[in-house]
């Protein structure tokens, strides 16, 4: 009978501790959605959507903030609690085991991706579909929106958030494998302005 109880008693600690475990998750999950929209998926040029993002390339990314090795700026909440201080990246995960952030990746990387709806110019796209189909499609494959590549989603992401990170890659501030700062090095600076059109018109 001792060891009836002992095991009900553990079956309804666990069951509490599922519960509690399920409940912080949420929380945390509705933190990122304040500044990445709901469901991950952004409605700011500036914010990237990670909703479907490589659960690989989200899990690698959320280690390098931790290791503080990429830029840190400061954002503001976009919506739910928009008084909550704004924070840094690094400043999120820093507040995170590791567990969670490899959850987290998986979590998003089963919601499905949706392309920004955002203006582009046709000439500049089709200049940049040229420059991607020489340098860009081995890693990012069919226009960059095949997530199987393990190389981040780079099609219909967000075009102001593309500008600053391609600034950060170029300028040596953002981590990035040996293969791609030599595509990078490749590009001048209408490369550039014509993939952002290319990867914006992925709709």
């Known amino acids: ?9 553990s079956l309804v600690l666990g069951l509490f501790a599922a519960s509690a475990f399920a409940q912080d998750f949420d929380a945390i999950v509705e933190d990122c959605n304040g500044c ?7 409605q700011w040029t500036d914010m990237p959507t990670i909703a479907g993002m490589p659960e690989f390339v989200h899990a690698d990314a959320l280690f390098i903030y931790l290791d503080e090795a990429r830029p840190c700026e400061k ?21 995170l085991d590791e567990g969670t ?8 990387f089963e919601l499905p991706f949706v ?7 046709p000439a500049l796209a089709e200049a940049g579909k040229a420059v991607h189909d020489n340098l860009c499609e081995k890693c990012h494959s069919d ?20 500008e600053r990170t ?4 170029l300028a040596g501030e953002r981590e990035q494998p040996k293969q791609m700062e030599e595509k990078m090095n490749e590009l001048s600076d209408d490369d550039v302005k014509a993939l952002l059109h290319f990867y914006a018109a992925q709709q």
């Not at 009978?1 to 008693?9: E, G, P, S």
């Not at 976009?78 to 999120?92: I, N």
């Not at 392309?115 to 110019?121: L, V």
Request: charge should be negative.
């Open 143 to 162: 226009a960059g929106t095949n997530p199987d590549d393990e190389a981040g989603i780079l099609g219909g992401q967000w075009m102001g958030y593309m």
């Open 166 to 169: 391609m600034a950060e890659y």
């Open 36 to 42: 990445h929209g709901d469901d991950g998926v952004s």
């Open 115 to 121: 392309p920004a709806k955002q203006d582009f110019d």
């Open 101 to 108: 952030l490899e959850d987290l990746a998986a979590y998003y």
């Open 1 to 9: 009978m001792k060891n009836f109880y002992r095991t009900a008693f």
């Open 75 to 95: 954002s503001e909440y976009r919506q739910g609690d928009t008084s909550r201080p704004a924070k840094t990246m690094c400043e999120v995960v820093a507040e």
